[in-house]
């Protein structure tokens, strides 16, 4: 079953000029979500979707392409959301240097009708991306369980695998529970192998 469309969404603006933020705000609120905060300056930016925490975040290419390179900086620094850039004209160098900042997606800003389809796309992709991420974390801390595991009980990957394995069944909680407890829980354990 195909995903459904995203009806009500959160989004922070931010553009250097006052006047494409009414006019972004506006083509926002007509395609049914919510404009949460709208930033110009960037000390700002970074504070705001970190308090705010918006589903999607657009920043405008104003007079300035650093003013809001800036901008992409701060909020993917915050990684609460995906960045989109609009550009009101074409500019291959911006693009560029965006998507190595971080940016998900560009939209042109003179066709609204097209924000819809490319902002859920965004959102699909950056939630792949966390889900990724996410199972990264969670076989790093598996992996790091094990070998903590490994050095203090003198046992194979193995072993140290079905201990964790065991140990989470037995308690009826998740693998990664288990690990993320060994992790934090092995400065309290001996030193040495145990023998």
Request: hydrophobic share 45%; with cysteine; glycine share 6%.
């Amino acid at each position: 079953m195909p995903p459904q469309p995203i009806e009500h969404m959160r989004v922070l603006i931010a553009n250097e000029r006052p006047d494409r933020l009414a006019d972004v705000a506006a083509i926002v609120t007509a395609l049914g979500h919510e404009v949460i905060a709208r930033e110009v300056d960037v000390t700002q930016v970074g504070a705001a979707t970190a308090r705010e925490r918006p589903d999607v975040a657009l920043v405008g290419l104003g007079v300035s392409s650093e003013h809001a390179l800036e901008l992409i900086d701060k909020i993917v620094h915050e990684a609460t959301c995906p960045v989109i850039a609009l550009l009101h004209a074409p500019d291959p160098a911006f693009v560029t240097e965006a998507a190595r900042r971080g940016v998900f997606a560009y939209i042109d800003d003179d066709e609204p009708a097209a924000w819809r389809n490319a902002i859920e796309i965004v959102l699909l992709r950056f939630a792949e991306y966390h889900n990724l991420e996410g199972a990264f974390g969670r076989r790093a801390l598996t992996e790091r369980a094990k070998g903590i595991l490994m050095e203090r009980h003198s046992v194979g990957e193995d072993q140290a695998f079905e201990l964790l394995r065991a140990q989470a069944r037995e308690g009826n909680r998740k693998l990664v529970d288990i690990a993320q407890a060994v992790v934090d829980g092995h400065a309290l354990l001996p030193k040495h192998a145990q023998t």
